[in-house]
């Protein structure tokens, strides 16, 4: 069984100017993969361009290209596989890192934040998806990672809608696996605990030392993508290895 080479492969990367995503783009741009980075925010996006492209002046790894979008909108997600397909010529992986986190007791939730946070984690992640899948398959395999949360299976108090929407894709994720898996295309999700990131108004500086870098799950992407292709690790937990005890 062959392993599942990066080098000059194509990688579309949700959520991808900061945080988890960032991370990854970094990681995947260092082992040679071609990165398309994909966020709502035009100033968070100029700002990993700008941090991506100090690491792509080397000529030996990967180059990388970013389109702004919400994958709430399905038009949206269509766009953002198809501008991933004309920039590189196709698309090898599909990294759903994308997400939403608004936090409230279920009686004072509104509407809006509850259709956000579904849409985005969940929604989103279908759209993206099915807009890929053709591609995938005209290469013949690759990979789709979904990151989603330890809350998928412990929901906690005023997480509702997160933990539900993170159930909820953990449950697709099987789902498309069993799928596409005699298409050579891999579906695996990582639930990551406590990551030090600006994830939920969190600030990214005062990350404690406890907590789970982006670094860190950005590498158990990379070490998925490493696994030989009869192999296929199809849920991944990383949590803090001491978590804060108070």
């Not at 361009?49 to 979008?69: E, F, K, P």
Request: charge should be positive.
């Amino acid at each position: 069984m062959s392993t599942f080479q990066l080098k000059n492969k194509v990688a579309l990367v949700t959520g991808g100017s900061r945080g988890i995503g960032l991370a990854v783009a970094e990681e995947l741009i260092r082992r040679s993969c071609n990165v398309m980075i994909s966020g709502r925010s035009e100033k968070s996006l100029k700002e990993a361009a700008t941090q991506l492209r100090q690491m792509t002046n080397d000529s030996s790894i990967g180059v990388h290209d970013v389109c702004r979008g919400d994958i709430q909108k399905v038009d949206d997600a269509k766009q953002m596989i198809s501008t991933t397909v004309e920039r590189f010529g196709g698309v090898d992986i599909v990294i759903n890192n994308a997400g939403v986190g608004i936090f409230g007791d279920v009686a004072d939730q509104s509407i809006k934040d509850w259709d956000s946070v579904i849409g985005t984690n969940l929604s989103g992640v279908f759209y993206c998806c099915r807009a890929a899948i053709p591609y995938l398959r005209e290469r013949g395999g690759g990979w789709i990672i979904n990151v989603s949360s330890l809350a998928g299976s412990h929901p906690f108090a005023s997480g509702a809608a997160y933990c539900a929407s993170k159930a909820g894709l953990d449950a697709f994720t099987t789902a498309l696996m069993q799928e596409l898996r005699f298409d050579g295309i891999r579906v695996s999700s990582i639930a990551p605990g406590s990551v030090g990131t600006s994830f939920a108004g969190g600030s990214r500086h005062a990350a404690e030392p406890w907590k789970l870098t982006p670094t860190d799950v950005a590498k158990v992407v990379v070490d998925l993508l490493g696994h030989e292709s009869r192999s296929l690790p199809s849920r991944t937990e990383i949590r803090p290895s001491q978590p804060n005890k108070t």
